[in-house]
């Protein structure tokens, strides 16, 4: 019932930045929080960013004063600004939401199909 499309990944050099973006369409919901998780080859998928309907965000130690994570609710729409990029933050990054559902009353988690983000050295 929620549909999100990322996008914004691709390939740059040490140092650069990228913008991904996860727009979240459906019928019969509201969007509670948003988030950004990546995983890299042979390891587990990590928690990068998050920020509640109002606002309050949460970071990963490794991305702190690097990522800022944003959202415009009018556009249903997840931001993730990257500066300063390093070759550890190569990984697929996945969008994720958490959504009221509300024909069936409950929340539920979506994710998007990933982008990757690769850093060169």
């Known amino acids: 019932q929620v549909q999100l499309v990322e996008s914004g990944g691709g390939s740059v050099q040490a140092g650069g930045s990228l913008r991904l973006s996860c727009v979240a369409s459906?019928?019969?919901?509201?969007?509670?929080?948003m988030g950004w998780y990546r995983q890299a080859p042979g390891k587990t998928r990590e928690l990068v960013a998050a920020i509640t309907s109002r606002g309050s965000t949460n970071y990963a130690a490794s991305v702190k004063g690097r990522f800022t994570i944003s959202r415009d609710n009018a556009k249903n729409t997840v931001y993730l600004q990257m500066n300063s990029l390093k070759p550890e933050d190569t990984a697929v990054y996945y969008c994720?939401?958490?959504?009221?559902?509300?024909?069936?009353?409950?929340?539920?988690?979506?994710w998007g199909q990933g982008t990757q983000v690769t850093v060169s050295s």
């Open positions: 994720n939401v958490e959504a009221f559902i509300t024909s069936r009353s409950t929340y539920s988690t979506y």
């Open positions: 459906g019928t019969s919901w509201s969007i509670n929080a």
